[in-house]
């Protein structure tokens, strides 16, 4: 099976398709199921779960995920890592090739995902009121590691650091194609750190981690 052609002007001539799939949708699923997860285990533990809350608060964690993959795929290209990134496997790593391939511009790109992060705000201090004040905290804490995975000058993902297991498994298997792009732009990731061979017992690691 060939490998799914890179997104191009021609390709996508509607503007909202063209925004919609700068979100990256395929990987949004970790959310998805990681919020899901979480309602189950609330309604399991003897919760009651209202259901217009609990698809506010599924919706609203999908945006912040599709905000933080935008900027994601902005400070990427500001710093040069996904143009320099030939061994690449799309859709998989090297970024949407969105601002690369001229679909969007480097500065809409960025506006967006500012955008789609402001606008989880004001439905987090609603769903705080609904639930506990508390859970501003916890949103303030998600959106700004969110942020600086890859935004200046924390950038942890230069710094070999990243979220949760099951997310960072993903995130640091996709690291191996990237190694070499990263390692020129000086994103410093930790498959950059150790080197490829070294590197692969890391997803061992985490893999068997997340599992326990």
Request: aromatic share 8%; no cysteine; charged share 15%.
């Amino acid at each position: 099976m060939s490998a799914p052609a890179e997104p191009s002007l021609e390709r996508l001539p509607s503007p909202a398709l063209r925004y919609l799939l700068a979100t990256r949708p395929a990987f949004l699923s970790l959310t998805l199921v990681g919020a899901l997860l979480g309602i189950a285990s609330a309604a399991g533990g003897g919760v009651r779960v209202d259901p217009v809350t609990a698809s506010i608060a599924l919706l609203f964690a999908l945006v912040a995920h599709a905000g933080i993959n935008v900027l994601n795929d902005y400070f990427d290209a500001r710093s040069g890592a996904d143009a320099a990134n030939t061994g690449r496997l799309y859709p998989f790593t090297g970024g949407s090739r969105f601002i690369q391939n001229g679909v969007l511009s480097e500065r809409a790109t960025g506006a967006f995902g500012y955008v789609l992060l402001a606008t989880v705000i004001p439905a987090g201090l609603w769903l705080s009121v609904r639930s506990a004040p508390g859970l501003v905290l916890i949103g303030v804490a998600g959106l700004l590691l969110g942020w600086s995975y890859s935004a200046p000058p924390l950038q942890l993902a230069s710094r070999g650091l990243g979220y949760g297991l099951l997310t960072a498994s993903l995130l640091y298997i996709n690291q191996f194609p990237d190694a070499a792009a990263d390692a020129r732009a000086g994103k410093r990731t930790l498959v950059v750190r150790l080197g490829r061979r070294r590197a692969r017992w890391g997803y061992l690691l985490l893999a068997g981690l997340a599992g326990a």
